[in-house]
């Protein structure tokens, strides 16, 4: 078994930069961190975009990255044929992406790292959450219009 040796103590303005086996995060560079991709999807009508943003992340950065990219995937990501079948599918793997997040222990910064990203508000409190309404739509018209051929036969 290997032991870590015990962190030194840091002089006034200077911190011991403890350093977790996960290493830091891209954005803050606080640590424990897990890598990571979040992702995210815009269906542009004729076109699609696929986006993404990689990793390490702590678990402040990472939920802010998974609440900015999913809210994004709400709002545009239905616009496209083939986007209706993505988007749920891109949603879901950023859903598994969150419960990992929320497994990984508080950060611990160094004197003087950069701020978390902003996380804001939960994704059931912004607006973006409104872009649900697009699938539930589609998805009942074509349901309905099923129910009705099926009953014409």
């Not at 086996?21 to 979040?38: D, E, F, N, W």
């Not at 990472?62 to 079948?85: E, F, K, P, Y």
């Not at 059931?124 to 099923?146: D, H, N």
């Amino acid at each position: 078994m290997t032991e870590f040796p015990a962190p030194q103590s840091a002089a006034y303005g200077q911190s011991a930069n403890l350093v977790f086996p996960g290493g830091c995060c891209r954005h803050c560079g606080a640590s424990p961190s897990v890598k990571a991709k979040v992702r995210g999807h815009r269906g542009l009508i004729v076109l699609m975009q696929f986006r993404s943003l990689d990793g390490p992340f702590c678990r402040d950065c990472g939920i802010a990255a998974v609440r900015s990219m999913s809210a994004q995937t709400l709002w545009l990501g239905w616009w496209s044929g083939l986007s209706l079948l993505i988007a749920p599918i891109v949603l879901l793997m950023n859903m598994a992406l969150r419960i990992r997040f929320n497994g990984l222990e508080p950060p611990l910064r160094a004197y003087g790292s950069r701020p978390p990203l902003d996380a804001g508000r939960p994704l059931y409190q912004r607006f973006a959450i409104v872009g649900l309404v697009v699938p539930l739509v589609v998805s009942t018209l074509f349901v309905t219009a099923l129910v009705r051929d099926l009953a014409a036969l």
